[in-house]
Nanobody, 119 residues
Framework: QVQLVESGGGLVQPGGSLRLSCVAS????????MGWYRQAPGKERELVAL???????IYADSVKGRFTISRDGAKNMVYLQMNSLKSEDTAVYYC?????????????WGQGTQVTVSS
């Protein structure tokens, strides 16, 4: 099992920046990929960014060019650098890890961190 804990959320003005952090503990060596998702009030949870073991990354169209996902393997950390924030980026952001379960996979989630973009 893997435990995920996010930090770094908060209130920021439009155009500002925040960096989210996620620390993973447990059976880390088995992680297939990690990522960030977000859920705004009244909306479904959506993908923000993914990072694979070979550092291949995927971004939602809405954040391309503004957000950057990265990781520090030595510290078991995954980061989400968010620049040029917009009001529509307001959401609870969740760290996610995908792990193997036999021939299948399962998801592990953090508790979430609130990001509010407002003047």
């Amino acid at each position: 099992q893997v435990q995920l804990v996010e930090s770094g959320g908060g209130l920021v003005q439009p155009g500002g920046s925040l960096r989210l952090s996620c620390v993973a503990s447990g059976t880390i060596s088995s992680i297939i990929r990690m990522g960030w998702y977000r859920q705004a009030p009244g909306k479904e949870r959506e993908l923000v960014a993914l990072i694979y073991s070979a550092d291949r990354t995927i971004y939602a169209d809405s954040v391309k060019g503004r957000f950057t996902i990265s990781r520090d393997g030595a510290k078991n950390m995954v980061y989400l650098q968010m620049n040029s924030l917009k009001s529509e980026d307001t959401a609870v952001y969740y760290c996610n890890a995908v792990l193997p379960l036999g021939t299948l996979t399962y998801d592990s989630w953090g508790q979430g961190t609130q990001v509010t973009v407002s003047s």
